[in-house]
Every structure is written in structure tokens, then in C-alpha cells.
Nanobody, 120 residues
Framework: VQLQASGGGLVQAGGSLRLSCAAS????????MSWYRQAPGKQRELVAT???????KYADSVKGRFTISRDNAKNTVYLQMNSLGPEDTAVYYC???????????????WGQGTKVTVSS
């Protein structure tokens, strides 16, 4: 299973970006799909999660500005980021809990990361 993230880049404060992450491979289904981020010198933190049941959760720091969505048919998760500020500068990683064949077990997979830089 591979997760391919895209959509990062350089944006001015107040701007927007949309990240995408597509899972591919021997996938039966995906459970929770999430976005994490890691700023320079800091630990990786959870930004947003979209559960298989349709529940979304956000870090307090992004509530009201970021929106996570997913397309189950495409095994893809998105992160719409609005009102970006310099504090959002980080490498963003997607994560998916995936039920795979032939083991029929759930594993956690990570994307390669996409860098978001917000200039002030």
C-alpha cells in the first residue's frame, strides 16, 4: 500500500492550500484517514481525522480554518486549509488505517509528506 500526498507549497499568510492524499495497492477498505504535521524542531502532531463512520476531529489550532474530507471510492483524503499563518508552516503527512489483502488485517500507513510554507 502506498500513500501519495500532494498539494503543498509556498503561500502568503491569509492564503489557502488544498492537500490531497491517495492510497493505492491491495486495499479492501480504509478506516480512519488523517493528516499530521511536523514543524521544524517540533514533534509530529495530529491535525485532523476523518473516521470511516464520518466523524471528523480537529486540533484546536486549526478548528474553523481547516476542513478534512474524503472520497472513499478513490481512497483519497483531502485537507482544505484556509486563513493560513506562519504557524502552519510544517511538513504535512497523511495517514490511513487500511484493511489489506490477503492478510485481511488493518495496518497504518504513512504518506511521504508534503511541505507547506506560509510566509508572513
Amino acid at each position: 500500500v502506498q500513500l501519495q500526498a500532494s498539494g503543498g507549497g509556498l503561500v502568503q499568510a491569509g492564503g489557502s492550500l488544498r492537500l490531497s492524499c491517495a492510497a493505492s495497492g491491495s486495499i479492501v477498505s480504509t478506516n480512519a484517514m488523517s493528516w499530521y504535521r511536523q514543524a521544524p524542531g517540533k514533534q509530529r502532531e495530529l491535525v485532523a481525522t476523518f473516521t470511516k463512520g464520518g466523524i471528523t476531529k480537529y486540533a484546536d489550532s486549526v478548528k474553523g480554518r481547516f476542513t478534512i474530507s474524503r472520497d472513499n471510492a478513490k481512497n483519497t483524503v483531502y485537507l482544505q486549509m484556509n486563513s493560513l499563518g506562519p504557524e502552519d508552516t510544517a511538513v504535512y503527512y497523511c495517514n490511513a488505517e487500511v484493511l489489506i489483502v490477503p492478510s485481511m488485517k488493518i495496518f497504518s500507513f504513512w504518506g511521504q509528506g508534503t511541505k507547506v510554507t506560509v510566509s508572513s
